[in-house]
């Protein structure tokens, strides 16, 4: 059974930077079919995509936050770390992570249960 | 960037009735979009892939058709478990990858 969960502060002031956890199970990071996803879902609001990252090392990101992302995996853990630099109030959002099918297959499943972030001093 | 677009906001039917959801790509997609489920406090469920394509575990009631530029996702006799937030998804042109606005499917 694939699963993932994501890790982190609930918490975090402006201008701070967000680390985020994702740690997987049932499928490996070294796997050359599959990669790891982080998505956002700000309270009411549609989904919207930040990154990913597949065994090759091959990174993604979104255009509008690309100069704030960054994405890593450490495979022997099995986890995928986002970092969000500069963070602002309208950061707030639930955090997800899924896994990524690599090649022209690029949907979400499953997800992680995700994490909510808020920004406030 | 492709925007998607999804209509109505939100659509209110009867249980045993049949659901259609609409979503529209700003520019040709192929069949490269995914829908997805999500209920309230939870994470989004993948429904279909490949404009037409059921995961696994799917009920048959749920079908997606389209290519192109419009796509629809139906909903053949709603339970009152398919009463949540849809959103359908492209990933022919990234990045990003972009989801659309989400129709709300609620009881009427």
């Known amino acids: 059974q694939v699963t993932l969960k994501e890790s982190g502060p609930v918490l975090v002031k402006p201008t701070e930077t967000l680390t985020l956890t994702c740690t997987v199970s049932g499928f490996s990071l070294s796997n050359a079919r599959m990669g790891v996803s982080w998505i956002r879902q700000p309270p009411g609001k549609a989904l919207e995509w930040l990154a990913h990252?597949?065994?090759?090392?091959?990174?993604s990101y979104s255009t509008s936050l690309k100069s704030r992302l960054t994405i890593s995996k450490d495979t022997s853990k099995s986890q995928v770390v986002l970092t969000m630099t500069n963070m602002d109030p309208v950061d707030t959002a639930t955090y997800y992570c899924a896994r990524i099918r690599g090649g022209s297959y690029k949907w979400f499943d499953p997800w992680g249960q995700g994490t909510l972030v808020t920004v406030s001093s | 960037e492709i925007v998607m677009t999804q209509s109505p906001a939100t659509l209110s039917v009867s249980p045993g009735e049949r659901a259609t959801l609409s979503c529209r790509a700003s520019q040709s997609v192929s069949s490269n979009l995914a829908w997805y489920q999500q209920k309230p406090g939870q994470a989004p469920r993948l429904l279909i892939y490949g404009a037409s394509i059921r995961a696994t575990g799917i009920p048959a009631r749920f079908s997606g058709s389209g290519s192109g530029t419009e796509f629809t996702l139906t909903i053949s006799i709603l339970q009152s478990e398919d009463f949540a937030v849809y959103y359908c998804?492209?990933?022919?042109?990234?990045?990003?990858?972009?989801f659309g606005g989400g129709t709300k499917v609620e009881i009427k």
């Open positions: 990252i597949f065994s090759n090392d091959e990174k």
């Open positions: 998804q492209q990933y022919n042109n990234w990045p990003p990858l972009t």
